[in-house]
């Protein structure tokens, strides 16, 4: 055997990788933005969000990009009535987590009625990114009709 090939150092791999991995959630973003959001995927059918390199539930690098499914389904929200200083202007709102497919997105809900009894368990959503005022960006939820 001659495997004198020294290729694929680790160190080099490792600050390449955590260079990609810094940016990644922005570009997630611009994904998502742009309908083409994703999950990283492992054979186990585990789902998250870049940036990752190892799957956060058992641990697998063997990561892909899936598309995530287009619309998604309401799990739990809960109204802020108090928000902190770089939201009070926007209170009350909706925070919520929705399952598209394997992957669990927070963000905030819109274009509903920031009232408990008014928001349905099971709502199904499609995903966007909101530009805030300071610039920063973040997923919103909007209801959708399916057919
Ligand atoms: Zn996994």
């Given at each position: 055997?001659s ?7 680790v160190?080099?791999?490792e600050?390449?990788?955590s260079r990609i991995?810094?940016t ?5 973003l611009d994904?998502l ?21 190892v ?5 697998s ?9 287009s619309t998604?389904?309401l ?7 108090v ?10 709102y ?14 905030l809900?819109r274009?509903?009625e920031?009232i ?12 966007t ?8 960006r973040t997923?919103?939820f909007?209801?959708v009709?399916?057919p």
């Amino acid at each position: 055997m001659s495997e004198d090939g020294v290729g694929d150092d680790v160190d080099d791999g490792e600050s390449a990788a955590s260079r990609i991995a810094n940016t990644g959630h922005d570009e997630w973003l611009d994904a998502l933005a742009a309908s083409e959001g994703y999950a990283m995927a492992c054979p186990n059918g585990h789902a998250s969000l870049p940036p990752r390199r190892v799957c956060p539930e058992c641990g697998s690098s063997e990561l892909s990009e899936e598309p995530l499914p287009s619309t998604g389904t309401l799990r739990t929200f809960t109204v802020v009535h108090v928000g902190s200083p770089a939201f009070a202007a926007d209170v009350p709102y909706v925070t919520a987590i929705a399952e598209f497919g394997p992957l669990r997105l927070t963000g905030l809900l819109r274009d509903v009625e920031p009232i408990d009894e008014e928001i349905p368990i099971g709502l199904s959503v499609e995903a966007t990114v909101e530009t805030r005022e300071n610039g920063s960006r973040t997923v919103a939820f909007h209801p959708v009709d399916v057919p």
